[in-house]
């Protein structure tokens, strides 16, 4: 694999309008520019997050790996190692490490509220069975 292009952050911050919209996601720099007027969410969402980091936004909504893989095409480099600091500390950790429970599927995601909500119709039966006795 062919080492990307480091980006400064300053070059980042330039393209930040619907002409040229770059974005930083695990501090790897997304030219998403083609990409405004197709995305689902509309491009108003992209253009909140163009010109910076949007890591922690892109997963609060936790896209699918089709949409993950999608992303491919618009990489055009990585942030600047002396620039990763510059960023929240809550989104600079990596390359999304701390992400890849959503990405390994999404069954966790219901199965702790199913076994939550079955133990609460048990004790639901019990305490609802013994006030009848």
């Given at each position: 694999?062919?080492?990307?292009?480091?980006?400064?952050?300053?070059?980042?911050?330039?393209?930040?309008?619907?002409?040229?919209?770059?974005?930083?996601?695990?501090?790897?720099?997304?030219?998403?520019?083609?990409?405004?007027?197709?995305?689902?969410?509309?491009?108003?969402?992209?253009?909140?997050?163009?010109?910076?980091?949007g890591s922690?936004?892109?997963?609060?909504?936790?896209?699918?790996?089709?949409?993950?893989?999608?992303?491919?095409?618009?990489?055009?480099?990585?942030l600047?190692?002396?620039?990763?600091?510059?960023?929240?500390?809550?989104?600079?950790?990596?390359?999304?490490?701390?992400?890849?429970?959503?990405?390994?599927?999404?069954?966790?995601?219901?199965?702790?509220p199913a076994?939550?909500?079955?133990?609460?119709?048990?004790?639901?039966?019990?305490?609802?069975?013994?006030?009848?006795?």
């Amino acid at each position: 694999m062919a080492e990307l292009r480091q980006i400064p952050l300053t070059e980042v911050e330039k393209n930040n309008c619907n002409t040229g919209s770059w974005i930083i996601i695990h501090n790897k720099v997304y030219d998403v520019t083609k990409f405004l007027e197709e995305h689902p969410g509309g491009e108003e969402v992209l253009l909140e997050q163009s010109g910076g980091d949007g890591s922690e936004s892109f997963e609060d909504v936790g896209h699918s790996t089709d949409a993950r893989d999608m992303m491919e095409q618009y990489l055009i480099g990585e942030l600047r190692k002396e620039d990763i600091s510059k960023l929240s500390p809550t989104t600079a950790k990596g390359n999304g490490e701390n992400y890849s429970y959503m990405e390994k599927g999404s069954w966790s995601s219901w199965l702790v509220p199913a076994i939550i909500s079955l133990g609460v119709a048990f004790v639901y039966r019990y305490y609802t069975s013994s006030t009848k006795n």
